[in-house]
């Protein structure tokens, strides 16, 4: 669906050029890729096709979306298809919202050793989460739960840390009985603390120890131990924050909720304001100060830099799951949880056909795509495809 207002696709558009010229040396390969992706998304360049009304004949043309991860053009259907494969596994039980955040120091190394770095900050929150949950003293289950990277502040700077999604209980050791959080309460955020910080410390110096870490510009002193170990003394004792959050209405709350989350890249095209005079101005919103919405005014260099900044490693999973929501025995450790909760199974899907990209779209905006724009009567049908070579039909007016 088409915008009105600027899009971050504009900016790279538009300052992609001299951007890569100025900053040559220091883009990688996945950040040179993730720009032209974008300034490629819907248009010419990677093909579309034709539609047209069956009842008035209005046509339109849709161009093909880059896909990329990254686009803040392309989260959309993504989201809508991980939707659909997590409503089944919902449980009817609480659940809670907590988040781990890196101290801006680690966070330093964290940005030149980004796929090392952020695995950990994933493992370490899965053992803390685990290992906490399943001590007697606080609930003794074992517990299941999702996590999301983010790497962003509202800012756009670098600021890494995980959204976990955890219901709220779990099942007992000897698997016989399903174990309940206290009412609104899911574990000590201290405990959880202490424990996350002294993990991923651990795995830290475990990593420098085997040579896996690399620092370069201001950081490169780090590469000597004694210098990383004075480096990393501070924060041995300093407070790492871990935010849980008041639990969720209800299961039926979480998907709406977690959708905001799960495919959100560093910033949405709503929260742009206008592209002038190579400025751009965007949305955010200030936490250090009472929530406060303001306006924030960058170089369209800068906001392309802290951009980039976000641009995660080839492969990267930036979606982890853990405990009974574990990959491997997923399916049948949920079953096992609804027997002990008491829960029906999920009934089986009913649409043998896959949807298409419109109903997709449909499902998560509530605007259909399918129906026609100027009659609102008849729906629009492709009636041609073309590829990023040949370009629209001729009789097609794309200026």
Same mark, same amino acid.
């Given at each position: ?25 220091? !883009? ?7 720009? $032209? &992706?974008?300034? %490629?998304?819907?248009? *010419? /360049?990677?093909?579309? #096709? ?65 796929? !090392? ?7 370490? $929150? &899965?053992?803390? %989460?685990?290992?906490? *949950? /399943?001590?007697?003293? #606080? ?261």
């Amino acid at each position: 669906m088409a915008r009105s207002g600027p899009e971050v696709a504009d900016i790279f558009r538009r300052y992609g050029e001299a951007y890569r010229t100025q900053h040559d040396a220091s !883009l990688s390969t996945a950040q040179r890729r993730v720009m $032209t &992706a974008i300034e %490629l998304c819907r248009t *010419a /360049a990677l093909g579309g #096709h034709v539609e047209a009304c069956d009842q008035c004949g209005h046509r339109r043309i849709a161009f093909n979306s880059c896909r990329d991860r990254h686009c803040p053009r392309c989260q959309s259907l993504a989201r809508a298809q991980w939707l659909e494969d997590r409503r089944a596994e919902l449980l009817d039980t609480q659940y809670f919202h907590v988040v781990f955040t890196l101290p801006g120091d680690i966070a330093a190394i964290a940005y030149q050793n980004k796929a !090392l770095v952020y695995g950990l900050l994933f493992r370490a $929150t &899965a053992e803390t %989460l685990r290992t906490i *949950a /399943a001590d007697p003293k #606080h609930l003794g289950a074992e517990i299941g739960f999702f996590a999301v990277l983010h790497t962003w502040g509202q800012n756009l700077l670098h600021h890494p840390h995980l959204h976990c999604v955890v219901p709220g209980g779990g099942f007992s050791p000897d698997g016989t009985r399903w174990i309940a959080c206290k009412p609104g309460f899911f574990l000590p955020v201290r405990v959880l603390s202490r424990l996350f910080r002294r993990l991923f410390l651990d795995h830290l110096e475990k990593a420098f120890a085997a040579g896996e870490l690399q620092f370069f510009s201001d950081l490169q002193a780090l590469s000597e131990r004694n210098a990383f170990r004075r480096y990393l003394a501070p924060l041995r004792k300093a407070e790492w924050v871990i935010y849980a959050k008041p639990p969720f209405a209800g299961p039926e709350q979480v998907l709406d909720y977690v959708g905001r989350y799960t495919h959100r890249v560093a910033i949405s095209n709503n929260r742009l304001v206008d592209i002038e005079d190579g400025a751009v101005r965007f949305r955010w919103k200030d936490c250090r100060h009472g929530d406060r919405q303001k306006v924030m005014t960058v170089s369209a260099d800068e906001f392309m830099r802290r951009f980039l900044l976000h641009v995660l490693p080839e492969g990267f999973h930036r979606i982890r799951y853990y405990g009974f929501l574990g990959n491997r025995h997923r399916a049948q450790k949920l079953a096992h949880c609804r027997d002990l909760l008491g829960m029906p199974a999920p009934e089986p899907s009913v649409e043998p056909i896959e949807k298409d990209y419109r109903d997709r779209y449909e499902d998560l905006t509530g605007h259909s795509l399918r129906q026609c724009p100027a009659c609102h009567q008849g729906q629009m049908i492709v009636i041609e495809v073309f590829d990023g070579v040949t370009g629209p039909p001729p009789y097609w007016d794309t200026s």
